[in-house]
């Protein structure tokens, strides 16, 4: 029931390849959502709006480009001024008479249902250097014979190729980045684990949202910062019910608690018992 977008069946389109400047009305309402049965790609050379691709959403970032495969729903919502140019081909396309061994199945932000990424957010010179491509496969196109079709295959295979080496550029970085915040999460938990018990507070201290924050946690972790606070809370409890002479009571205050019932409730929910039965088992 969703509708999907064909290339044109008139005569004169003897070929599945277009380009389209962005700042051009289309023959159909990119505002609802659709998808399409070949593969189509925005470059946004300025940024504005929202663009909704399967489940996620991603905004328009100046110097980006975004990658719709065959059978996703998407939806463009982007600003007025917002402008840069669209690729439209199909896989028969792409493939006839090409002389590589690399299958369009093999870039990540065309096959986003795995781990890939749609977006892929660019330096001016990276996104300038893509647009030109873009630009010379709109112009070969006004050719529309063998030798130019050949080209434009030419010129869109070194694009998609130049697409990948930017985005594992990128990811390599962000790599690094979330690398270095978890670091820092885990000095941040060590000094704070007793007054600060929720995750908020670890993610406002270090400038990020709690959503990434938890997504570099479970790429270095596998788990939550919110279990992350929750094992080092329990760790120092079991410390201390093992190794020192304080009471419960004091143990549960020096922990962060208020009240000494809820902590025992802490430990019962985690440990399977009361601390005082922790503490008499284990001795």
Known sequence: ????????????????????PLNKRSDYDITESHRHNYYEIFLFAKGGGLHEIDFGAHHISDSSVHFVSPGQVHKVQREPDSFGSILLFSRDFYHFGARTDLSLFEYPFLNTHGQGMPVVNLAEDQFGELLNLSRAMGDEKTANDAI?????????????LKCKQYAEQATAIGKEESKQDFHK???????RYREQHLPSYYADELALSSKKLNEICKAHTGSTVNNMIKDRIILEAKRLLLHSEHSIKEISYFLGFDDPAYFNRFIRKNLGMSAGQFRKEED
Request: charged share 30%.
């Open 185 to 191: 999460l885990k000095r941040l938990l060590e000094a």
């Open 1 to 20: 029931m969703i509708p999907i977008h064909d290339f044109s069946k008139d005569a004169r389109e003897s070929v599945s390849f277009r380009y389209i």
């Open 148 to 160: 130019g079709r050949e080209v434009i295959r030419t010129y869109l295979h070194i694009f998609l």
